[in-house]
């Protein structure tokens, strides 16, 4: 394999939109661990389906936002981005499904896959 194949991958139809309706999730078996692939109100992401701190299953894990600091709410922070990253059911850290970034360890971050539709198709570059 040439280093451009590896770069820009073989696409793979992994579900219909049907399938992945927004909130829900699929993982299909691409790579060593899967890949999951999350449907965020109507945009499609596909993130590694491997904890890089200890090696969780993190598509096993739950969807839900980010807290930022607010003075107004009681204890000083809201939640905000519903559903944009995705929580390790091991320890707790959080991914951003888009890029795959940590705020925990960023040096971390895993890898994430381009998404297209394709009529009722969700295709993964992977
Ligand atoms: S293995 Fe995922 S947070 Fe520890």
């Given at each position: 394999?040439t280093?451009?194949?590896?770069a820009?991958?073989?696409?793979?139809v992994?579900?219909?939109?049907?399938?992945i309706p927004p909130?829900e999730?699929k993982?299909?078996?691409?790579?060593r661990?899967g890949?999951g692939?999350?449907?965020?109100?109507g945009?499609?992401?596909?993130i590694?389906?491997?904890?890089?701190?200890?090696?969780?299953?993190?598509?096993v894990g739950?969807t839900?936002?980010?807290?930022?600091?607010?003075?107004?709410r009681p204890?000083?922070a809201?939640?905000?981005?519903e559903?944009e990253?995705?929580?390790?059911p091991?320890?707790q850290?959080g991914f951003?499904?888009?890029?795959?970034t940590t705020?925990v360890?960023?040096e971390?971050s895993?890898?994430?896959?381009?998404?297209?539709i394709?009529?009722h198709?969700?295709?993964?570059?992977?």
């Open positions: 394999m280093n451009s194949e590896l820009h991958g073989r696409e793979h992994v579900a219909t939109v049907d399938e909130g999730h993982v299909v078996p691409i790579g661990y890949v692939v999350y449907n965020v109100r945009s499609f992401y596909a590694a389906n491997y904890c890089p701190h200890e090696g969780g299953p993190l598509c739950r839900r936002g980010t807290n930022v600091a607010d003075e107004s204890g000083g809201r939640e905000t981005r559903g990253f995705i929580y390790c091991w320890h850290w951003e499904l888009a890029t795959g705020a360890k960023p971390w895993i890898r994430t896959y381009p998404v297209r394709d009529g198709q969700v295709v993964i570059t992977a």
